[in-house]
């Protein structure tokens, strides 16, 4: 009688089997491998990474001690789309720069928020700070941008965030009092003082030169940059850019007799003036800048 040959079938049952083996040995080399190397003080998985509390952080910055400001349950909406951020200058806090402001811009409807970042770093530090706070803002609010209201140094920072963090794409309108934008002077880095940002203000700085070139704006931002006559001897407080982009104007071309009294009103007072703040209101008001035809009541405001 013949040998009996297994039948194809039969052969690839064994096949299937010696496979699975071999693939189960190599499964259990690969564990013991694993198991060595932590025995042996090989690096472990890394966690992942943790999750980040941006309204936490917010909170962490913002300004105390100015009632009107820093409700993160606000929620913006109808005429006042967008909260607002409050950026103080140099020597300085939210809770002496903005207390007007802040009930001002709160009365009109507007979700306001102030920080203090520590002027005296770096503006470059400055603006990754103003990122963080306006990052918890929105997160807080759910807006998808702010508008900004700067003063002096405070205005430089909200262009850095733009220009170097990539802030552009959550910031809707700049409006800035008394802010050096360029054309600065040496006379203002000394009045500043010897601090970080005040050097970072002298003329033909890296700094100025990055901001203000090739352009000093950032596309779909809109600009209001308001000033003062006496400003202008230590910088230009005024920003170059489309005029449906851009809006510049000097309180003294429409109320001139505004300030007439050396020393009465001046750079630091820009933010509790009605005129001032009735530029802000209107330039927040509504998309695009402040309106050329905008006229201010100085009547009962002259000093």
């Not at 009688?1 to 096949?15: F, H």
């Not at 003080?41 to 980040?52: R, T």
């Not at 505004?258 to 007072?269: D, M, R, S, T, V």
Request: glycine content about 12%; aromatic content about 4%.
């Amino acid at each position: 009688m013949g040998r009996i040959r297994p039948g194809r079938a039969a052969t690839a049952a064994v096949l299937a089997v010696v496979a699975l083996c071999v693939a189960a040995g190599l499964a259990a080399l690969v564990l013991l491998a694993e198991t060595l190397v932590r025995r042996e003080g090989g690096p472990p998985a890394a966690p992942p990474p943790p999750q980040v509390d941006h309204v936490a952080e917010a909170r962490r910055l913002a300004s105390e001690g100015l009632a009107d400001a820093n409700d993160f349950g606000c929620r913006p909406g109808g005429a006042t789309p967008y909260p607002v951020v409050l950026v103080h200058g140099a020597r300085s806090t939210g809770a002496v720069t903005w207390p007007v402001a802040a009930a001002y811009l709160s009365k009109q409807g507007h979700c306001v928020f102030a920080l203090d970042y520590g002027w005296s770093r770096s503006v470059r530090e400055s603006a990754r700070r103003l990122g963080i706070f306006v990052e918890g803002v929105l997160r807080a609010t759910g807006a998808e941008r702010a508008a900004i209201v700067g003063h002096s140094l405070g205005g430089i920072v909200p262009r850095a965030y733009m220009r170097f963090e990539g802030g552009a794409a959550k910031v809707s309108e700049l409006v800035t009092l008394g802010a050096p934008h360029h054309r600065t002077t040496e006379g203002l880095r000394e009045d500043c003082g010897p601090e970080t940002a005040c050097e970072e203000l002298s003329p033909g700085s890296e700094l100025m030169e990055a901001l203000n070139t090739p352009s000093m704006v950032e596309p779909g931002v809109d600009y209001t940059a308001l000033g003062l006559k006496a400003e202008q001897a230590a910088a230009s407080t005024f920003v170059e850019g489309p005029p449906e982009q851009v809006s510049n104007r000097m309180l003294q071309d429409d109320c001139p007799l505004k300030g007439l009294i050396e020393g009465a009103f001046g750079h630091n007072l820009t933010t509790l003036d009605p005129v001032m703040l009735s530029y802000v209101g209107k330039a927040l008001e509504e998309p695009g800048p402040l309106p050329g035809d905008y006229r201010p009541d100085c009547s009962a405001l002259i000093i």
